[in-house]
T-cell receptor, first 116, second 114 residues
Framework: GAGVSQSPRYKVAKRGQDVALRCDPI?????LFWYQQALGQGPEFLTY????????KSGLPSDRFFAERPEGSVSTLKIQRTQQEDSAVYLC??????????????FGDGTRLSIL | KNQVEQSPQSLIILEGKNCTLQ??????????LRWYKQDTGRGPVSLTI?????NTKSNGRYTATLDADTKQSSLHITASQLSDSASYIC?????????????FGPGTSLSVIP
């Protein structure tokens, strides 16, 4: 498909386990964003990539969260030693160029993470 | 603090009726304002993008307005359909940033019933 693809769609993990969430952006999109969305709330910014460079990681809630985009396309969000408060939907979005003012972000359908 | 607020939190309307959703923001500097539709279990989808100089923008049965002086926006849905049931999220881009830094509102949950 031509959209942003995220996998897995659902992930259940026990507290303390590590998890890895994958995002395949739209081909050719320079900008990639990760967001965390709690139930009934709007998405909250986690981190931003321009190609392979992570230019803003100010939204990552702790050093247990790590994101990478080594070749400037696919990105992985890793959460180490998961805790119950990490339970949320994790959304990935991409856009052709983050510097052009009026381009929308295109979102994937998210990964719903549940920590038991 | 940059914030985006939306009202009402939730809304139930009959199929065929119109409705208006509200958004207030305190984001500064301001670049643009977007409305997204998010179906349950799906990612948000862009409906409109409005810049400082635009007062009104339409996309089918959706019409967005922007008053940059009062920092308010509205999304009007005409002749609602069952498929309009979703969360509608107001999103504001922060100006003078090197990338597309945006602030999301909490969303308005709309239910259209037959």
């Amino acid at each position: 498909g031509a959209g942003v693809s995220q996998s897995p769609r659902y992930k259940v993990a026990k507290r303390g386990q590590d998890v890895a969430l994958r995002c395949d952006p739209i081909s050719g999109h320079v900008s990639l964003f990760w967001y965390q969305q709690a139930l009934g709330q709007g998405p909250e910014f986690l981190t931003y990539f321009q190609n392979e460079a992570q230019l803003d990681k100010s939204g990552l809630p702790s050093d247990r969260f790590f994101a990478e985009r080594p070749e400037g396309s696919v990105s992985t969000l890793k959460i180490q030693r998961t805790q119950q408060e990490d339970s949320a939907v994790y959304l990935c979005a991409s856009s052709l160029s983050g510097t052009v003012i009026n381009q929308p972000q295109h979102f994937g359908d998210g990964t719903r993470l549940s920590i038991l | 603090k940059n914030q985006v607020e939306q009202s009402p939190q939730s809304l139930i309307i009959l199929e065929g009726k119109n409705c208006t959703l509200q958004c207030n923001y305190t984001v500064s500097p301001f670049s643009n304002l977007r409305w997204y539709k998010q179906d349950t279990g799906r990612g948000p989808v862009s409906l409109t993008i409005m810049t400082f100089s635009e007062n009104t923008k339409s996309n089918g049965r959706y019409t967005a307005t922007l008053d940059a002086d009062t920092k308010q926006s509205s999304l009007h849905i005409t002749a609602s359909q069952l498929s309009d049931s979703a969360s509608y999220i107001c999103v504001v881009r922060v100006g003078k940033t090197s990338y597309d830094k945006v602030i999301f509102g909490p969303g308005t949950s709309l239910s259209v019933i037959p």
